[in-house]
């Protein structure tokens, strides 16, 4: 299956450089995704799937859109 | 002793005095809001004679804690009707402290409508008549200006043409240490300022001695603890260092939370372009500076120099709120004209955030096409022209969906609604509802929570939990504003608990005192009664903290709408 991935701030750099589009086994989880593009776990601290705040274990669907944060903040 | 500086612009004369029993044990907003409530006539017409402009440090500004510069304005707000503490950086705050001046305060109006230039040093207060070439002029200049008259180490606070126009979105713009621009923005105190005919202070601490530490060692210490949590803190020592306050654009734009078309929808395709990851590409690409700082003393450094291709410097201080309403809520899709855009709301001083509210607004009145750099730039600079159309820009969102027949107009107590959608960030909606400032983000950032995951987590689009996250963060706020501290520590402090307990170590070590966390919750509480309380008295009820009626409407991606009950948002500041 394929999902959508992006990697933000200092999670840039790990953005495939094929573009956005990412092939997944069916059922690969949130944390899958993060180690195949080499991310450390423990660098990501904000996790958005399809908008909505979900856990590294979060089971993916086909066509899926994952946001990948480290801590961020403003205001 | 502590001074307490009370200035007649009717008389253009000063009284030096101690500071009042009264307010010994206050500073910042806490010293603002209780002198206001005091004070001022909440009845008042805000640019009338009843009402009183006080600037006061924070309990901890001056000394060598990290990131204590920021000022406290306060005042009844022109735009909103009610109290009004805004914040800023700069040097003049820390100027003031080392003068060991706790508040000054301007009263009166100017008998013969001149506006003067108030000098303040060691040696006390003086008034020049304000100079021929900075009236008009903009803040930049007005700067150079000053600081070439009165040394260039001078802190200053001055008004620019908006404020002159007394404009109910003017701002008050302090100089930074380079003599760049940072601002007071909201709820128009540059209006105030202009009233009582006052065009700028400058402040001159040559000769001032050390701000006194009762307890050097332990104060020390505590210090050392406090920068550590900051600079361990992964948000406050390397995201907005790197990034700036805009690295919020691709969150909320993932989170469906980034309003965009006035708050038609909560996400974009072209976020990416104007936010904080392309903002410091573009900025390192021209060699200009990715990070630096609003005063000194400050680690965070969340501020950048913004350049144009050349390298040329166009603004500072370019913050996700302003960006985010040009480049989202008004759909120019270009990082470019949005810095023209800052520079011009500097030059003019005038708050970026109402105003580029207010510019998504007329567009969406028609006044120009939607996405419009150009025009939207054309229309910003007309402020400072004084034509019909800029006065009524100028004077805010609300005026303008006034003006052109709106019901779509984002405002609380008609001022502005920030950067992030109430229904797809609820914790922060309730706070934009409830706080006696009008809509503000920084009165308890519930973002923080719903959306960054610091200091727990509380779920954006669910109603659990969201009533007590706004209330615990407007009291810890209050009280944080009362420091001098820059508001940005809190990420730090709520996820580290020493850096919390070394700012009331602090805190003790500098006055010494011995207060405990619960004397600060006591302390943002008794703030926050007092706001709530001027304003109550200036004709406010909860029919004021209600959110406009076409949040109603759901909210793409996610579809959710505004639907806290009445009981619900009255229950968050009912303590």
Known sequence: ?75 | MAKFIRIDMGSRTAEIGACPEKYAGLAGRGLTSMFIADEVKPTCHPLGKYNKLVFAPGFLTGTSAVNSGRISCGAKSPLTGGIKESNSGGSFSQKMARLDIKAMVFEGLPADGKYAVVKVDKDGVTFDEAPAEIMGAGNYDAIRVLQDKYGPKVGVALIGPAGEMKLTAANISFADPEGNIRSAGRGGLGAVMGSKGIKAVVIDDAGASAVPIAKPEEFKSAAKRFANALTTHPVTGQGLPKYGTNVLVNILNEAGGLPTENFRRGRNEWANNIGGETMAATIEERGGKTTHGCHAGCVIRCSQHYVDKQGKYITSGFEYETIWALGADAAIDDLDAIAYADREFDEAGIDSIETSVAVAVAMDAGVIPWGDAKAALDLIKQIRQGTPLGRILGSGAAAVGQMYGLTRVPVVKNQAIPAYDPRAVKGVGLTYATTPMGADHTAGYAVATNILRVGGFVDPLGKEGQVELSRNLQIATAAVDSTGMCLFIAFAILDIPDGFNALVDMINARYDLSLTGDDVTALGKTILKAELDFNRRAGFTSAHDRLPEFFEEPCPPHNTVWDFTDEEIDSVLAF
């Open chain 1, 1 to 75: 299956m394929h999902i959508t991935v992006k990697c933000y701030a200092t999670l840039q750099r790990f953005q495939p450089t094929g573009g956005e589009v990412f092939a997944l086994r069916e059922g690969g989880t949130v944390h899958d995704v993060v180690l195949a593009l080499g991310i450390a776990p423990e660098d990501v601290a904000v996790i958005f799937v399809n908008g909505l705040h979900a856990p590294m274990d979060k089971a993916l669907a086909e066509g899926d859109r994952l946001g990948l944060f480290p801590a961020v903040g403003g205001g």
